[in-house]
C-alpha cells in the first residue's frame, strides 16, 4: 500500500481499541492513530463516525467502521483476503463466531467491567463482574486445555478478540494464578510476529 489510508480512533488503554492494533500491526498495514478521550468522543465531530459515541472507530478514506469485532473482520477480508485470520469451515467458523460472542459478552461485562470500575472508577457493580469473570476463566481454561487457540489450532481473530482484556484483567482484580491455560494461551498470542502489548500489561 503506497498511501496511508486507514485511521484508527481510540485510547491506549482500550482493550477494545487494542485488538484492533494488533490485527493492524500483524498485517504490517499503515495507520494513523486519533487519541479520542471521552469529551472528543461525546463531539458532533465523532457522533457522526459513530453515533453509539463509542472507540474504537476505524476509518478507511471514506468509510467509517465501528464495533472492533467488525473491524477485525473488515481488514482481514478486505487487506488479508488469502489469510486464514477467519475460517471457513463451518466448525471452525463457529468457533470462531462463539468467541467473538463472549468477546462482547462476558469477557466485556466480566474482566473488562471490573477493570473499569477498579483502575478507571467507573460506577459499576465489581463483586458481580469479578463473579462473571471468574466464570468465564474457568471455562476458558477448560477449553484451553488441549488447544493451543480458542477456535482452532491456529490463531484467529477470536484470540485476537479476547486477548486483552484477558492479559489485563488483574487490573480489575482478578488473578489468573488459578488458570495456567489461559495464562499459557496469553504467552502464545503474545509470541506472534508483531505483537504488540497494551501498555501496563500486568504480571500473571
Ligand atoms: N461493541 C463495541 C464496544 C466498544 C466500547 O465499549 N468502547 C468503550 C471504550 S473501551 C467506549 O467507547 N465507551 C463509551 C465511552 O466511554 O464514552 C466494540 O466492540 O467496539
Redesign the pocket.
Known amino acids: 500500500m503506497n498511501s496511508v489510508t486507514l485511521t484508527l480512533y481510540?485510547?491506549p488503554?482500550?482493550?477494545?481499541?487494542h485488538?484492533?492494533e494488533l490485527l493492524l500491526e500483524m498485517l504490517e498495514l499503515p495507520y494513523v492513530y486519533k487519541t479520542?478521550p471521552?469529551d472528543i468522543?461525546?463531539t458532533d465531530a465523532f457522533l457522526h463516525l459513530?453515533p453509539?459515541?463509542?472507540?474504537?472507530v476505524l476509518t478507511d478514506g471514506d468509510l467509517a467502521l465501528?464495533?472492533?469485532?467488525?473491524?477485525l473482520l473488515y481488514l482481514a477480508r478486505r487487506y488479508a483476503p488469502e489469510s486464514d485470520w477467519w475460517p471457513e469451515a463451518p466448525l471452525e467458523l463457529a468457533q470462531a463466531q462463539r468467541w467473538f460472542s463472549i468477546?462482547?459478552g462476558e469477557l466485556?461485562n466480566g474482566p473488562?467491567t471490573a477493570r473499569?470500575i477498579q483502575r478507571f472508577n467507573a460506577p459499576g457493580d465489581l463483586a458481580a463482574a469479578r463473579a462473571i469473570a471468574r466464570e468465564l476463566f474457568a471455562f476458558m481454561n477448560q477449553h484451553l486445555a488441549d488447544r493451543r487457540f480458542l477456535a482452532r489450532e491456529t490463531p484467529t481473530l477470536a484470540d485476537l478478540?479476547c486477548y486483552s482484556y484477558s492479559a489485563h484483567a488483574p487490573e480489575g482484580g482478578v488473578s489468573l494464578a488459578a488458570y495456567p491455560h489461559v495464562r499459557a494461551w496469553l504467552d502464545r498470542v503474545e509470541q506472534l510476529p508483531r505483537f504488540k502489548p497494551m501498555p501496563g500489561l500486568p504480571e500473571r
Not at 13 to 17: I, V
Not at 52 to 56: F, S
Not at 66 to 71: G, P, Q, V
Open positions: 481510540g485510547t488503554t482500550s482493550g477494545h481499541t485488538r484492533v479520542t471521552a468522543r461525546r459513530n453509539l459515541g463509542q472507540i474504537p465501528c464495533d472492533s469485532n467488525a473491524i468477546a462482547a466485556k473488562a473499569l478478540a
